[in-house]
């Protein structure tokens, strides 16, 4: 996610860093940088011209230039004018005067919106809510069928009255149907078209005058870059767009759409898509994006994707384990599936501060599959070995390599990483026995 447009800000800020003392000049061409970087990354002219022009104006201020560290302080003005080109706020979903919340998902065909009504519908309902999800595209091939085995394979029900039925009544008979049975909220994907046409808006306000939706979410898809913000405005101008749902941001390194769609249009997003798994959506938040884009990481985001995966009681047992010295590959692995679940390896690391940036520039190749040939090999001990790896030597390695279709280096250097990490957990759980760690270790992540 923006991997072009954040390396090339933080190339540029890092030769204003190395500046020391900044003069006017120096701003100057920082900023003549920093928008070429903006349009190369398809934001909207005008945004990248108003976000250069107000950094600037406030970079150039006597305090600034004569501060001990200048470059610093340019890079959190430049954050802080990211927050609010993005939005400043965060916008939560409006709740409805009277029950149950509508949402009406529209957009062009292609830009996930079925998907996303699934993913909505799956991230309300791990805040304890009922959803019911309604199947109001009746043209696009296997549409219904599409949103029912999304259904299915999230256990979530499907209201749907077959092709050539009529959305309106539809949507209106869905509502019915989920105010006798106490479904709440009613999220309803409506059909999408190629491009925009005329019979498309009229039909979408046919249905938003017959429900009265609590929200309309435009689904846009964010590596179209500027076409996504003229369809975000074309939609928002004939519908009444309420706020959006920008997909596909995992694959969007440029960062265009995002960066541009909210200053113009005005229309908030909402969530961002990030994975194609149906837990792959995000709360938006401008401060965290921002400083995604600026090379900060986003801790908050990565904590809260831990927490997902562990009970209150996990990192209390972890603890216990490691003060007792038993960490243990069985242990290890238990940590490492739950890391997977949290997201793809490299979208995580680029939310630790700093290590996104560096991986790249070291073009260090790290992906899911190395998840896949350490679990490999850990299936191939047997539990003994997994709880005492010490006993494996060269007979052993050659044997756990044969099964897991890996070298015996790599079971020996898998080895020998664990038992560094070993000593790590050891000494974790001593400092923790004598009071210099809070309880329960580092709470949220992944290793206690």
């Known amino acids: 996610m923006f991997e072009s447009l954040t390396d090339r800000l933080n190339e540029t800020f890092a030769k204003l860093g190395r500046k020391g003392r900044l003069t006017e000049q120096d ?22 011209k108003d976000f250069v022009a107000a950094v600037r104006e406030r970079a150039v201020g006597q305090d600034v230039l004569r501060s001990l560290s200048p470059a610093q302080t340019v890079i959190g003005i430049a954050n802080e004018e990211l927050i609010r080109v993005l939005g400043e706020e965060p916008e939560a979903l409006r709740a409805p005067d009277h029950p149950p919340q509508i949402l009406m998902l529209v957009g062009l065909q292609g830009s996930g919106k079925t998907t996303h009504a699934a993913k909505l519908a799956v991230h309300l309902r791990k805040q304890g809510r009922n959803p019911l999800l309604v199947a109001a595209d009746v043209y696009r091939p296997a549409a219904i069928n599409q949103l029912q085995a999304l259904g299915k394979q999230v256990s979530i029900p499907v209201y749907e009255e077959g092709v050539g039925s009529n959305p309106v009544a539809i949507s209106a008979n869905a509502l019915r149907y989920a105010q006798e049975r106490g479904y709440n909220p009613v999220i309803i994907d409506t059909a999408g078209r190629l491009q925009i046409d005329e019979r498309l808006m009229q039909e979408l306000v046919d249905i938003r005058e017959r429900v009265h939706p609590t929200e309309i979410l435009l ?72 400083s995604r884009i600026l090379g900060m990481g986003d801790v908050l985001s990565l904590i809260e994707r831990a927490q997902e995966q562990m009970t209150d009681e996990d990192p209390v047992k972890l603890q216990e384990r490691m003060m007792k010295g038993q960490f243990n590959l069985e242990d290890f692995l238990e940590q490492l599936q739950k890391v997977k679940k949290m997201g793809p390896l490299n979208q995580l690391l680029e939310m630790i501060p700093g290590l996104g940036a560096q991986l790249r520039q070291a073009k260090a190749q790290i992906s899911d599959d190395d998840y896949k040939h350490i679990e490999a090999i850990i299936f191939s001990m047997t539990p003994d070995e997994r709880r005492n790896p010490s006993v494996i030597g060269k007979r052993r390695s050659a044997r756990i390599a044969k099964g897991s279709g890996r070298t015996p280096q790599e079971v020996r250097a898998l080895l020998k990483q664990f038992n560094e990490m070993q000593k790590m957990m050891s000494q974790i759980g001593r400092m923790s026995k004598k009071g210099k760690l809070p309880s329960g270790g580092f709470p949220g992540m992944p290793f206690g």
């Open 27 to 48: 701003v100057d061409d920082a900023m003549r940088e920093v928008r070429r970087a903006l349009l190369e990354a398809d934001v909207n002219f005008k945004v990248a």
């Open 219 to 290: 689904v846009a898809d964010a590596m179209t870059g500027q076409e996504a913000v003229g369809v975000a405005q074309t939609f928002h101008d004939q519908v009444g767009a309420s706020g959006l749902i920008l997909t596909k941001m995992d694959g969007d390194a440029r960062g265009g759409a995002a960066l541009s769609i909210r200053a113009v249009t005005g229309v908030p997003i909402k969530f961002i898509g990030s994975g194609e798994k149906l837990d792959a959506l995000e709360p938006f938040y401008p401060n965290r994006l921002a």
